[in-house]
């Protein structure tokens, strides 16, 4: 069965540091991976995706993200954490066609910035 | 272009009550999925549609109804509102019939039974 861990619930970062969020999935066919964040009181935004091709992904505000399939992982990182970064994350893959491209998420990861 | 568009954004229900969670899309996309999103869970699907008639149950459908008469909406009904229904829930769309598509998430709605 298709699932998704993120061991971290709570990660608090200086702000200025770098940070990286795991993320290990199980998943039968070659996966598509997605993180999403979101902040207080929002909805989801999607920060970037791997489909296929480069392992090192790119993504908005800065985030990047790295497929490892011998470690079936896709961990987010940024080199820099702003304040604003302060959100909840979630790894996410799929889509799994036979639910009407259904994605499987983590739990989530909340990210606190400490000035 | 307004993307997925959810109603209402909090709602406050007591037990035993019914409402009706309004989604809607303008991308012309097949596929629509309801989520509801628990502290510590993650998202879990509880229906989805892969077009306009065609709708079935996810992981958590207990307690809630869907139909899809046209390709835009996907109404989720509460039929009978319950505490454990307290919960964020997101409505999804993607195209259809392809793996390497991206879902596109509402807002959100905050729903909370007292």
């Known amino acids: 069965a298709q699932s998704v861990t993120q061991p971290d619930i709570h990660i608090t970062v200086s702000e200025g540091a770098s940070l990286e969020l795991r993320c290990n999935y199980s998943?039968?066919?070659?996966?598509?991976l997605f993180w999403y964040v979101q902040s207080p009181g929002q909805g989801l935004q999607l920060l970037l995706k791997?489909?296929?091709?480069?392992?090192l992904v790119q993504g908005i505000k800065g985030f990047e993200a790295e497929f490892k399939r011998s470690q079936s992982s896709f961990n987010l990182r940024k080199p820099s954490v702003h304040w604003s970064d302060a959100a909840e994350y979630f790894c996410a893959v799929g889509p799994i066609m036979e639910y009407g491209n259904k994605l499987v998420f983590g739990a989530g990861t909340i990210l606190r910035v400490k000035s | 272009n307004a993307g997925v568009t959810q109603t209402p954004k909090f709602q406050v229900l007591k037990t035993g009550q019914s409402m009706t969670l309004q989604c809607a899309q303008d991308?012309?996309?097949?596929?629509m999925s309801w989520y509801r999103q628990d502290p510590g869970m993650g998202l879990r699907l509880i229906h989805y549609s892969v077009g306009a008639g065609i709708t079935d149950q996810g992981e958590v459908p207990n307690g809630y109804n869907v139909s899809r008469s046209t390709t835009e909406d996907f109404p989720l009904r509460l039929l009978s509102a319950a505490p454990s229904q307290t919960s964020v829930y997101f409505c999804?769309?993607?195209?259809?019939?392809?793996?390497?598509?991206?879902?596109?998430f509402g807002q959100g709605t905050r729903l909370t039974v007292v």
């Open positions: 999804a769309s993607s195209y259809g019939g392809q793996k390497n598509t991206e879902a596109f």
């Open positions: 791997y489909f296929s091709g480069d392992t």
């Open positions: 991308m012309n996309h097949e596929y």
């Open positions: 998943y039968g066919a070659t996966p598509y």
